[in-house]
């Protein structure tokens, strides 16, 4: 008796000639990818190698440093003043100026003197005891060394009057 075949599944048929064609392109694209990416690494390398010869050269032909200019006095103290001006306080200062923003009056205004300590403030209420209450808050300050009235104006903003006062205040170096 022959013997039975029991393989119900065909053979399987290899890649066509399409197959092979599909993977032949695929890896002529890929070599030519990797030809290129490889002349542009060496593109890259050959420029980074060139900038620093010129830069080697440059350094080499670069004369000794000059001695520093001179700075004109005028120039010189006024960038002093800059310094100074930088260098005050202004954190502590303007927190306990916020301190104060409970008050019945606006700051509208803040003006710092360019020499010593001095701020101009301006500000904006309805009556003329709450600025004078302010200035004398402003007074109780710790780091406040003087507070001063300067100038005060009504001033009518529609059917509203608001009075605008300045003061003319001075810090202590420390509290």
Known sequence: MPAMDIDFVRPRRGPGPLAWLLLASGLLVAGLAALDWRSAQLDRQSAQEQAERQTRQAQRA?????????????????????????????????????????????????????????????????????????????????????ALLVSHEIRRDGAVEVLRFAVDMEWRVSP
């Open 62 to 146: 670069r004369p000794a440093r000059a001695a520093a200019p001179t700075v004109a006095p005028d120039t010189l103290k006024a960038g002093q003043l800059i310094e100074v001006a930088l260098n005050r306080p202004w954190g502590r200062w303007l927190s306990e100026l916020e301190s104060l923003s409970a008050a019945p009056v606006a700051l509208i205004g803040l003006e710092a003197q360019p020499v010593g300590r001095g701020l101009r403030l301006t500000g904006e209420a309805r009556h003329m005891q709450d600025a004078l209450d302010y200035v004398a808050r402003l007074r109780a300050l710790p780091s406040a060394r003087s």
